[in-house]
């Protein structure tokens, strides 16, 4: 859990760019008639999207409802068709200057994270914090605490390539934070993750919404999106199906899993599987009709 020592990394979050992230007058990100087609395929149909800054907020969807394309257009990773995206107030895809301003004030802890395999977990924050341009003490200073906070510092000298799932998250969510972001981008930041480690991103997430920074994460689980987010964006086939508060969007259902499958169009898929009858045991798996020489070479044994 983030302690004192922690405190020297987020008092000032946003400090270094010369804003005042949380102050309400400029939302973290502003989207406005974004597009990304891929082939044939529509990833992301024309969505405008306002997530207030100083906020936990949770970018939730089914599997390729456009979430990582967004987020990946949103960072300038990826190049929108047609769009516009402020990102605290800067405009992302203005010209290659603006993006590397964008870059320089976000923190991204990408899908399918790529690390420097064949760097030691310190020697790639300290590597990363030179990449930012922060003075080598103060890298050392925050990597120490960071490590720390995120129980690294028994493995800071093992190679990233023999880290585990959940240890490559805890060392990308520190590159990703060493450098006092304004915004700080997550794609499924607690896959993988066990309940411990997960506590921990949890409270140091926390500690650094609190100083006023903001936090954009996607994630499958509603469960963990109803309990840290106090703002929630619903995406569905490229859309934007909702967006606001967690109660806006909740309604008057009785949890943000009821809305969401609501308003993804999946409710009523309690039955599913109801088709796969041969599926399970009991349920005559030798099949109806002559497959039990297929099936049962064991000349229709049944446990
Ligand atoms: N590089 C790509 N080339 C072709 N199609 C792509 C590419 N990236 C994404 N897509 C398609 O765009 C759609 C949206 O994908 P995306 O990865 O953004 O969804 P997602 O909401 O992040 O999904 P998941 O929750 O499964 O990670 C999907 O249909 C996907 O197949």
Request: glycine share 14%; proline share 4%.
């Amino acid at each position: 859990m983030p302690d004192q020592a922690f405190d020297g990394v987020f008092e000032k979050a946003g400090a270094t760019a010369g804003t005042v992230p949380g102050s309400g007058a400029v939302p973290a990100v502003r989207v406005e008639g974004l597009w990304k087609r891929f082939g044939q395929q529509i990833a992301v149909n024309g969505i405008d999207l306002v997530l207030p800054a100083g906020k936990f907020i949770g970018l939730v969807g089914p599997n390729g409802a456009g979430k990582t394309t967004t987020l990946s257009m949103i960072t300038g990773l990826l190049r929108p068709d047609q769009g516009r995206i402020l990102v605290a107030g800067h405009d992302v895809w203005a010209d290659p200057e603006s993006v590397a301003q964008v870059k320089a004030r976000i923190g991204i802890l990408p899908e399918g994270l790529r690390l420097f395999e064949r760097l030691s977990g310190r020697e790639l924050l300290a590597y990363s914090g030179r990449l930012r341009g922060l003075p080598g003490a103060e890298v050392d200073k925050r990597a120490s605490q960071l490590l720390d906070v995120l129980d690294l510092t028994g493995s800071q000298n093992k190679l990233v390539v023999d880290y585990s799932t959940g240890m490559r998250k805890k060392i990308g969510l520190a590159a990703a934070l060493l450098h006092n972001p304004e915004v700080l981008f997550l794609d499924e930041p607690f896959e993988g993750v066990d309940p411990v480690s997960a506590q921990t991103i949890r409270g140091v997430l926390e500690r650094y919404t609190q100083s006023g920074a903001t936090v954009v994460f996607s994630s499958h689980v509603m469960e963990l999106v109803e309990s840290l987010c106090d703002w929630v964006a619903v995406m569905a086939a490229g859309r934007i199906r909702a967006q606001g508060t967690l109660a806006e969007v909740r309604g008057d259902r009785p949890s943000l899993q009821a809305a969401f499958l609501e308003l993804v169009g999946a409710s009523g898929r309690e039955t599913a599987g109801e088709s796969l009858d041969w599926l399970g045991g009991g349920a005559g798996s030798a099949g109806a009709s002559g497959s039990a020489g297929a099936s049962g070479a064991s000349g229709g044994t049944q446990r």
